[in-house]
């Protein structure tokens, strides 16, 4: 009896039974082409875990006449990396599949770089992590970059019925039936990981207390539990649902917030929701409503003391309210524009007007006390320059008019700076 799990067993053979991912291996996808024209260059597959990294790698290996090794960036040597060069240097090209490429330290990159140059070394380097930010620039010069998508629910079936069905390295001699919600169950609660419901689906038909298997919905459940979430708090995954997150409630979207909402809560990360929240309050929300701000953090400090699952009420609470309240990021872009002037240099001397009082020997340097103090006049507001010289007709804050509440200070604004000129 083998002990190589079910997903290892079913990885395919060649490009033509890899499942999904047909805008890389479909009829005019590019991998199919390099194979076609058994010319093949060195290329990083990234994307989230279980979803074809590994398997496309030896599809292209099963279609070539070129030797296939695999290696792990983190746990492999160089001397390991040396042997496959010498393979490489005999038998004239090998396909070298480095897993954790983003984790490649110096003096491996260092010794690979040669090889990938004169054609040896076929490399297809696996990451879950963008590679424009966690892959050296050496390697990805060398290679070219493909993101590889979860597989849908229909893809997820197809593996699933494939492996049921195979005598040769699937399941079929255990005659297995399962109900059609257990089906679904694998398909949909993997989220996109293939090879989670490939596992789950051989644990509950080896674990199966009836013979031959029957797969009731209860027994995927037991075998998969939760599924596997799509959200790594250190991944690429991650920081996408974020800011899908964020650009859902900045774009009024109460339902696609919510949803995004529900993920993070999957994900147990409430130090992130509570962020990014907060964030939104102001930047997107801000002078539109500016009090959303402090409900906002109301309801953070609500759900940190509640924590999960009552935390998940005032933070959908929250959500909804930033969804649907005006929206107005005048104060992100206000303070930006200041500080955009600030790093060119434009900056100038202060007034003196302003400087009086607070400057050692103001007046011994004969600065006229030109300083106007607003609450000496009744409407407590009186003209004067406040910029410096070279700024003084400069306007950061551009107000937007998706509420009453800024168009009010719009027009305060306005009234103001008539009177400054």
Known sequence: MTTEPLASRMRPRNIDEVIAQQHLVGDSGIIRRMVQAQRLSSM????????????????I????????????????TKKD?????????????????????????KAKQDFLLPHLENGKIVLIGATTSNPYHAINPAIRSRAQ??????LGPDDIKQALKKALEDDERGLKSYDATIDDDAFEYFATQSQGDVRSALNALELAVLSANTKPAHITLQDAEDCLQRGAFLSDKDGDMHYDVMSAFQKSIRGS?????LHYLARLIQAGDLP?????????????????????????????????RLGFPEARIPLSQAVIELCLSPKSNSAITSIDGALSDIRKGHVGQ?????????????KELGRAIGYKYPHSYDSG??????????????QYYQPKETSKTEQQMKQIYENIKKQQK
């Open 44 to 59: 990083i597959f990234y994307g989230p875990p279980g979803i074809g990294k590994t398997s496309i790698a030896q599809a």
């Open 253 to 257: 979207d109460v339902d696609a917030a």
């Open 381 to 394: 507001f009186v003209a004067q320059q406040y910029l410096p010289n070279k700024l003084k007709n400069k």
């Open 61 to 76: 290996a099963g279609s070539t006449a070129f030797k296939f090794r695999q290696l792990n960036a983190v746990t492999n």
């Open 145 to 150: 970059i493909f993101e590889l998508y979860p």
């Open 272 to 304: 992130t929701i509570a962020r990014r929240l907060l964030v939104i309050s102001y930047e997107d929300i801000g002078l539109a409503s500016p009090s959303a701000g402090q409900r906002t953090l109301a309801a953070i400090e609500a759900a940190e």
């Open 81 to 105: 990396m040396q042997l496959i060069v010498e393979e490489a240097k005999m038998s004239g090209q090998v396909i070298l599949l480095l897993d954790e490429i983003h984790r490649l330290d």
């Open 350 to 362: 202060i007034p003196d007007h302003l400087r009086d009082g607070h400057y050692s020997g103001a």
